[in-house]
């Protein structure tokens, strides 16, 4: 071993030099515990604002946090999150929430400006902005797990206690957060809910996530039936529904479930179920592929796929599956799996032995269902690239006009304009908090390419992105189809494109009244209404063409057909 050498009374040293370097040692530690101590955030205990970056735009996103008095981070506390109604905002629900409704004659503008005295609780709470009155899918719903994954950097949160409530829209969004990840939540609270269109065939996953529903009887905005519907379906699926209806009472039933925070008081008596016998699962998407010890692995989107699997014993299992061709249970852990001894499973009726494994993978080919692990085949659809439109412009996106064709100046204005259109998603008086980047494609750089989801105007005529893309694209609107609109979500490399060409997906669409719940802004509403793929002559309602590609990101017969009927339209 190096041993270190010691200095002799003989070697030349500097006079005072050992007290000069122990001093700037001192100094060094003292500025770096002044530094760390800068660094290590104190929060006051109550309500307050934070926020956390967002890389869908490079923004900071605010959300309204309680914590409770002598907040202990050796200790771990239940996490509440709490989703605003439409026309709200994370500092009204903040006080909604704990049953603080505004003062005789206040309005929420004024209510909003400060935070009134909370019952203290031993819980911390949060609420989002998202955006404002977006509802709770696509960029709010990733708003929602990117605070989380804030607070549980920030501060010591029980995994097995977090909760999810709302009212109104924010009800309706706990209601899709809450079965589109059921194994997330340990119990979700919706109040007057006003659910997303397709919420309700996600009704099995509930099946170990407790739901409490409130409504009030007379509620003119969103019926009570809504709720009484819900709770019959969730019970008649086997699952854990209350129900709370108030006589009278119009659309504000949170002033009667969030009296003196008695939410809290609820939630209290529940702890998620990290390891349930049976898990019963659906879903539309890879986006939602997973729940507990169940993973899906392949399945085609835009088609509900389910699985329902159980322990009948300890490493036995029944499964039954639908629309499904592979997953993967992984049981490492699961009190009733035991990795030294084999396993007996059956899946759709056949019989399968195996070794012991704690991730077992069944596929499903021409001979039926075999071991093994199947992950979506090169150039299908798969996690992140699985349409439809409105999942491309979830994430990081970009809009992109054309210039490749030396547009005369009042063209060039044109396209510039009907980009900036596209991207702003608002609708006055209402503002969302999002600020969407264009650019014209010279502009576009390689990092662009890199970190962004496009949505490209024009054709490969006028647009230097599509003409590069050409190749890889599965259609191609003629430059002389003047009254026609083609839009379509396709991948490229690790990204996904939007391809609008013609006129856009909003053209003539004020003469109609766009799907979804109107308190939504209309250009969302517009974009969830998109499916893969839309042409459609002089306004959207004259669809000649519209749906889903294949799992393999191929046209339908019937739907190429009607397309090349047109004329309009060249399929590669």
Not at 116 to 128: G, I, Q, T, Y
Not at 264 to 277: H, I, K, L, S
Not at 542 to 567: C, H, I, Y
């Amino acid at each position: 071993m190096a041993r270190r050498k010691k200095a002799s009374a003989t070697e030349p040293r500097p006079s005072g030099s050992g007290s000069f370097e122990l001093s700037c040692l001192r100094l060094a530690a003292l500025a770096l515990l002044l530094a760390a101590s800068a660094l290590a955030q104190v929060y006051r205990p109550g309500p307050q604002v934070l926020t956390f970056f967002s890389g869908v735009d490079d923004s900071d996103q605010p959300y309204a946090l309680y914590l409770p008095r002598n907040y202990d981070p050796a200790r771990k506390y239940p996490l509440v999150v709490s989703l605003h109604g439409a026309d709200s905002n994370h500092r009204l629900n903040m006080r909604r929430v704990f049953g603080r409704g505004n003062l005789p004659r206040e309005t929420d503008a004024e209510a909003a400006r400060y935070f009134s005295a909370l019952r203290n609780v031993d819980f911390v709470v949060a609420c989002p902005l998202a955006r404002g009155t977006m509802g709770y899918q696509g960029i709010a719903e990733k708003d929602v797990y990117d605070m989380l994954a804030d607070l549980q950097r920030r501060f010591s949160i029980d995994p097995d206690r977090i909760y999810l409530t709302g009212l109104s829209m924010g009800g309706g969004g706990a209601l899709w957060l809450g079965l589109t990840r059921p194994d997330l939540w340990a119990a979700v609270a919706a109040v007057c809910p006003a659910v997303p269109p397709g919420t309700e065939d996600l009704a099995p996953n509930a099946l170990n996530l407790p739901v409490h529903l409130f409504h009030g009887e007379a509620d003119p905005i969103v019926p009570v039936e809504v709720s009484r519907l819900w709770q019959r379906r969730l019970l008649d699926l086997g699952g854990h529904a209350e129900y709370t209806e108030y006589p009278n009472v119009l659309h504000n039933s949170w002033d009667f479930a969030y009296r003196n925070g008695a939410i809290f008081d609820w939630f209290a008596g529940f702890e998620r179920r990290r390891d349930p016998d049976r898990v019963r699962f659906v879903t539309r998407a890879y986006r939602y592929n997973t729940a507990w010890w169940v993973h899906l692995d392949v399945l085609t989107p835009g088609t509900l796929a389910s699985i329902d699997a159980r322990f009948t014993g300890p490493n036995q299992l029944e499964i039954a599956t639908a629309n499904l061709v592979g997953f993967t249970l992984n049981l490492a852990g699961h009190p009733r799996f035991s990795p030294a001894r084999p396993l007996s499973v059956t899946v759709d009726g056949a019989a399968f032995r195996s070794k012991p494994a704690s991730a077992l993978s069944f596929s499903r080919g021409d001979g039926g269902w075999k071991t093994g692990r199947r992950s979506p085949p090169p150039g299908a659809k798969r996690p992140g690239a699985e349409g439809p439109v409105l999942e491309a412009v979830s994430a990081r996106h970009l809009y992109v006009y054309g210039t490749a064709d030396a547009p005369a100046a009042d063209e060039l204005q044109r396209r510039h304009d009907m980009a900036l259109h596209a991207a702003d998603w608002s609708t006055p008086p209402s503002r969302l908090l999002l600020s969407l980047p264009v650019k014209a494609d010279r502009d576009v750089t390689a990092k662009d390419l890199a970190e962004s989801n496009l949505v490209l105007f024009g054709t490969r005529e006028t647009n230097a992105l599509i003409r590069r893309f050409a190749d890889r694209l599965p259609l191609d609107l003629n430059a002389g189809a003047a009254d026609y609109g083609l839009v379509y979500v396709f991948p490229i490399g690790d990204r996904e494109v939007v391809v609008s060409s013609g006129l856009p997906w909003w053209a003539g669409a004020e003469e109609v009244e766009p799907p979804g719940f109107r308190f939504l802004p209309r250009a969302v509403r517009l974009l969830q209404s998109l499916p893969d793929y839309r042409l459609f002559k002089g306004s959207p309602p004259r669809v000649v063409a519209e749906g889903s590609f294949d799992s393999n990101w191929k046209l339908p017969p019937q739907a190429a057909a009607r397309m090349r009927e047109t004329g309009a339209v060249v399929i590669q």
